[in-house]
């Protein structure tokens, strides 16, 4: 298997843009989480799925966040409108089943200027 | 899920073991421990976990105290490539996997 898969691996957008990042999770994992890390927040939780549902999305700063998983093999995160505080790293993460080891992505550089 | 206290940065020697000690004082009888480390530019990458018994992989080796308020990680023969940020979460092992990170512990290994 080639892992969780993140799309794109770098994003510079202008303020105000809406970006969307997208993940392709691990064949047959039915949980997937999405992170942000900043220098100075750390690895933070924004929202995680099973079976495609969304399950807490607690840790989503605000309404310009959105993600969704229309089915099993992709999920997307969307920022509208983006700004420059939601510069960071996001990473991707998924696992087979709620108490497995969870395999992260490379994540996505986004940077907004 | 309990919180872990790790020290923020350690050094060791190429070839010599590394021991990263993690303080988790509040942990409950259902929160396993685990392990996880980020090489720069990359993504988390799991190493080991753990309830109450030591546990060892092809990675690393896990000791649990008995009461289970601190672990130790052990990476037997460190080398260039363990040099990151390595985390100590816990976290209940059933009704979700909300891995929530910490710090971490920043591993200089040294030639």
């Known amino acids: 298997d080639a892992g969780v898969i993140q799309s794109p691996r770098h994003e510079v957008t202008e303020m105000g843009q809406e970006v969307t990042l997208r993940c392709k999770p691990i064949s047959g994992h039915d949980y997937l989480f999405w992170y942000r890390q900043t220098m100075m927040r750390g690895l933070e939780l924004l929202i995680y799925f099973n079976n495609n549902v969304p399950i807490d999305d607690s840790g989503m700063p605000e309404d310009r966040f959105s993600a969704k998983m229309p089915n099993a093999s992709f999920s997307t995160l969307k920022i509208q409108p983006s700004e420059p505080r939601d510069s960071a790293v996001y990473f991707c993460?998924?696992?087979?089943?709620?108490?497995?080891?969870?395999?992260f992505g490379q994540g996505t550089r986004l940077t907004v200027v | 899920d309990a919180k872990t206290t790790q020290p923020t940065s350690m050094d060791c020697a190429e070839g010599r073991a590394a021991n990263l000690p993690c303080n988790h004082s509040?942990?409950?009888?259902?929160?396993?421990v685990y392990w996880y480390r980020q090489i720069h530019s990359q993504g988390p990458q799991y190493i080991i976990h753990?309830?109450?018994n030591n546990e060892t992989n092809e990675m690393a080796s896990l000791i649990i105290t008995e009461d289970r308020k601190s672990s130790t990680l052990i990476l037997p023969h460190a080398t260039l490539r363990d040099t990151a940020v390595y985390y100590c979460i816990v976290r209940v092992g059933a009704a979700g996997n909300k891995l929530t990170f910490g710090g971490g512990t920043r591993v200089l290994v040294k030639p």
């Open positions: 509040t942990i409950s009888g259902n929160e396993y």
């Open positions: 993460a998924s696992s087979r089943t709620s108490n497995t080891e969870a395999f």
């Open positions: 753990g309830l109450k």
